[in-house]
């Protein structure tokens, strides 16, 4: 299924502004879902959410992550603001 932005949006602002959970784990996932998607359709292929990438000092977890030819190569981390 092909999320838009537009879904992406909605269910930031349902989950914030409906049911006031602008603090919820999975707040971004549809959104990190979306960005998935559209790096797959401009050519990134791989590119997967919730992804452990390793550090300095230890590996942090990056909500999108893409790894190539043995490496990491992307990583993207999504905030959000109330």
């Not at 502004?17 to 784990?25: F, L």
């Not at 790096?39 to 590996?59: F, H, I, K, S, Y």
């Amino acid at each position: 299924m092909m999320i838009t932005l537009q879904d992406a949006i909605d269910h930031l602002y349902d989950l914030a502004v409906h049911k006031g959970r602008s603090q919820s784990p999975g707040r971004l996932r549809v959104l990190a879902d979306y960005c998935v998607q559209e790096l797959d359709r401009r050519g990134v292929r791989g590119a997967r959410t919730e992804q452990d990438v390793p550090g300095g000092g230890r590996a942090k977890t990056w909500d999108i992550a893409w790894h190539c030819q043995g490496k990491h190569r992307l990583a993207i981390s999504l905030k959000s603001t109330r």
